[in-house]
C-alpha cells in the first residue's frame, strides 16, 4: 500500500515537473495582460490572447509544450467550472417573469441564428455554436466553456481564437457605441440597464457601458448579465447530450464527450450552493478571482497554440457572422423592450 502511493506520487511530481515550465510561460502572461489592464484599461482577455499568440513558438516544440497544451485544456475547464460563484437564484428573482423570459428567449435564439446563419455561409456548425454562444451568453468565458465539450477538429483551436478575439473586440465596440444609443432610443433607466445586459458579450464591458450612464442602470445590466451567464449550465448540458447522441449515432464528431462533464457538475453544485446563501462572502470573492486567473492563464496559451495565420484563414464570412449575431441580438432585445 504504501508502496503504490509513493510510485503515485513520485509519478504526480514527475508529471508536475514536466507541466511546470509552460504552465509558467502561461501564468506569466496572463499577470502581464492583468498589468497591462490596470494600468491601461484594455481588455486583459483580449491582452492574455494577443501576448500569447506572440510566443506561440513555444507550442511547437521544447520543454514548454506539455504544460503549454495542459494550462489550454485542464486550466479552462477548472476556471469555468468555479464562475458557478458568480450566479445566484435571488438574481433571477429581482427582475421578474417578463424580463427573464426576453433574456430566456434571446440567448436561444441566438445561439439557433448562429447555428443557421453559419450553416447558410457554409462554415459548419461548431462555429456557429461557437460564436453564437459566445455571443449570447458571457463572451469569452462562453467560448471556453463551449469549447470544452464542442468535438475537437484541426479547426478548433483557431476557431476558439477567433471568438475570443472577436468578441472581446466587439464588446469594446459596444461599451462606447451602446450608452448614446439607449439615450436615442428613449429607454428608461431599467430598460437601459437591461438592453446594456442584454447585449454586450463580455461582463467587464456590460459593468464600464452601465455604470456610464448611471449607477442603477449599471446595477441592473450587471444583474442581467449574471443572468445570462447562469444560463451557461443549461446551454452546456444540451450541447453536450446532442454530441454525445451524434457520436452514438455512429456520426464522425471528432474527439468523444462525456455526457455531464466533471468541470460542468462542479459548476453546478457551487451555483446551487451559493444560490442557497451557503457561500460565505469571502468565498465568492475568492472562487471569482481564481475563476478570472485560471481563464486568463488558460486563453494565454491557447494564444500560443495559435498562428496568426490560421486566425486570418477563417476569412471574412466568419466575421461576418460574429457581428450579423450581434446586431441581431441588439434588434432582438430593443424590440423584446418595446413590446414589453
Not at 1 to 7: C, G, I, P, V
Not at 148 to 154: F, K, S
Request: one cysteine or more; charged letters at 10%.
Amino acid at each position: 500500500m504504501l508502496k503504490a502511493l509513493a510510485k503515485r506520487a513520485q509519478a504526480l511530481l514527475m508529471q508536475a515537473k514536466t507541466l511546470f515550465p509552460g504552465f509558467m510561460v502561461a501564468a506569466v502572461v496572463a499577470l502581464a495582460s492583468r498589468f497591462l489592464s490596470e494600468h491601461y484599461g484594455a481588455p486583459a482577455m483580449l491582452m492574455a490572447l494577443l501576448l500569447g499568440m506572440s510566443f506561440a513558438f513555444l507550442s511547437e516544440g521544447g520543454r514548454c509544450v506539455p504544460g503549454i497544451a495542459f494550462s489550454a485544456r485542464s486550466l479552462l475547464r477548472v476556471g469555468v467550472a468555479l464562475l458557478g460563484a458568480r450566479i445566484s437564484l435571488d438574481a433571477l428573482i429581482a427582475l421578474g417573469p417578463g424580463i427573464i423570459s426576453l433574456i430566456v428567449f434571446g440567448v436561444v435564439a441566438t445561439i439557433i441564428f448562429g447555428i443557421t446563419a453559419s450553416w447558410l455561409l457554409g462554415r459548419g456548425w461548431r462555429l456557429g455554436v461557437l460564436t453564437g454562444g459566445a455571443v449570447a451568453i458571457c463572451g469569452a468565458s462562453a467560448a471556453m466553456a463551449l469549447a470544452a465539450v464542442l468535438p475537437r477538429n484541426e479547426q478548433s483551436e483557431r476557431n476558439l481564437v477567433f471568438t475570443v478575439l472577436g468578441v472581446t473586440v466587439l464588446s469594446t465596440v459596444a461599451m462606447i457605441l451602446y450608452p448614446p444609443l439607449v439615450t436615442a432610443l428613449s429607454f428608461g433607466t431599467q430598460d437601459s440597464g437591461v438592453f446594456l445586459g442584454g447585449t454586450i458579450h463580455d461582463v467587464a464591458q456590460v459593468v464600464g457601458a452601465g455604470y456610464i450612464i448611471s449607477e442603477p442602470t449599471g446595477d441592473t445590466a450587471t444583474l442581467v448579465k449574471l443572468i445570462r451567464v447562469a444560463m451557461l449550465a443549461p446551454v452546456v448540458i444540451i450541447l453536450t447530450f446532442i454530441v454525445s447522441r451524434r457520436a452514438s449515432s455512429g456520426e464522425n464528431t471528432g474527439e468523444g464527450t462525456q455526457l455531464v462533464p466533471p468541470f460542468l457538475v462542479v459548476f453546478i453544485a457551487i451555483a446551487g450552493i451559493n444560490s442557497a446563501g451557503l457561500l460565505p462572502g469571502w468565498a465568492v470573492a475568492t472562487m471569482s478571482d481564481a475563476s478570472q486567473w485560471l481563464l486568463l492563464t488558460a486563453i494565454a496559451a491557447v494564444g500560443m497554440k495559435t498562428s496568426l495565420r490560421s486566425i486570418l484563414d477563417v476569412g471574412r464570412l466568419a466575421i461576418v457572422l460574429i457581428v450579423t449575431e450581434s446586431i441581431f441580438i441588439a434588434g432582438l432585445f430593443a424590440s423584446g423592450l418595446y413590446l414589453l
